[in-house]
């Protein structure tokens, strides 16, 4: 079992930037991959950004260039600086870990004002 706890989301103006953390908790050892989600009203739930345990990171489309995924391991911890942030990257941002299961975080609203 892992917990994840995500904090950091908020409302920002266009342009401005956010950081998230995630910070896991429980068997921590066999997490391998760990990355942020989003799901937007209406809208499934998208890969944001993913990053191994040797930190290989991957980004979508939309947020290359402007999002950074990182990670503490001896923290436990996982990251999203978003910056030039723009209105359609409002959304409830989850934090995922990838064991022999999927497990999610209860996600933090970014909402991004134009």
């Known amino acids: 079992q892992v917990q994840l706890v995500e904090s950091g989301g908020g409302l920002v103006q266009a342009g401005g930037s956010l950081r998230l953390s995630c910070a896991a908790s429980?068997?921590?050892?066999?997490?391998?991959?760990m990355g942020w989600h989003r799901q937007a009203p209406g809208k499934p739930r998208e890969v944001v950004a993913v990053i191994t345990r040797g930190g290989s990171t991957s980004y979508a489309d939309s947020v290359k260039g402007r999002f950074t995924i990182s990670r503490d391991n001896a923290k436990n911890a996982v990251y999203l600086q978003m910056n030039s942030l723009k209105p359609e990257d409002t959304a409830v941002y989850y934090c995922n870990a990838q064991l022999s299961s999927s497990y999610w975080g209860r996600g933090t609203q970014v909402t991004v004002s134009s």
């Open positions: 429980g068997n921590i050892f066999s997490i391998n991959t």
